[in-house]
């Protein structure tokens, strides 16, 4: 029998949002779905495996794959290309894999046009404050440094009404209940029209 076809899930949240901790701690408590992982064009870090961190490729082949329409999504990121390989996203969903794809909004808004069926995911920060103080980070980081990254957040965050679902990051473990709700279908009440969302962007947008 052909397996029931997986389901995509696209998780986008600004810096600041907590979203890489809750989507590992995600991964751990549902075993059975796994990171999509990506192609990048820039150097492996030290403690990165090809294959598991990301498929690490020439500039070169990085274009020709795209100009190939090999990339389910694809952007540049300062000096260095990222892109979500179609093939094993389409393998992975014929397989019936719950498959995990964490990308910015516009690698979002890319992969709703490919496959509309994918459920996307916004996390949100709880409050203004919070989003400063995860943001500042070490305290080395100069006033001006801070106020551009709050304002890319900012601008991240107006594209909340874009997703599907909105996580509010305020206490973890409600996160992570949250998002698992999602993934286990029971998200209903974490759409991402529910009025108390829209308030709470526009208070991290204009404070």
Sequence with gaps: MTPQRGRLYVVSA???????????????RVP???FSVSYTTRKPRPNEVPGRDYHFVSAARFHEMAANNEFLEHAQVFDNSYGTG??????????????????????????RARVPEASSIFILP?????????????????????KRRLQDAADDIGHW????????????????????????????QLLAGRPEVARLAESLINP
């Design 86 to 111: 179609v093939r094993a996203v389409e393998e992975a969903l014929a397989n019936g894999e719950l498959l995990l794809l964490e990308i910015d909004w516009q690698g979002a808004r890319q992969v």
């Design 126 to 146: 709880p409050t203004r404050r919070a989003l400063e103080q995860r943001l500042k980070g070490r305290s080395t980081d100069s006033d001006a440094v801070i």
């Design 161 to 188: 009404s874009e997703f599907d679902h909105v996580v509010i990051n305020d206490r973890f473990e409600q996160a992570l209940e949250d998002l698992q709700a999602i993934v286990d279908g029971r998200g209903g």
């Design 14 to 28: 600004p810096s600041g949002a907590g979203k890489t901790s809750l989507l590992k701690a995600l991964i751990e």
């Design 32 to 34: 059975s779905i796994q």
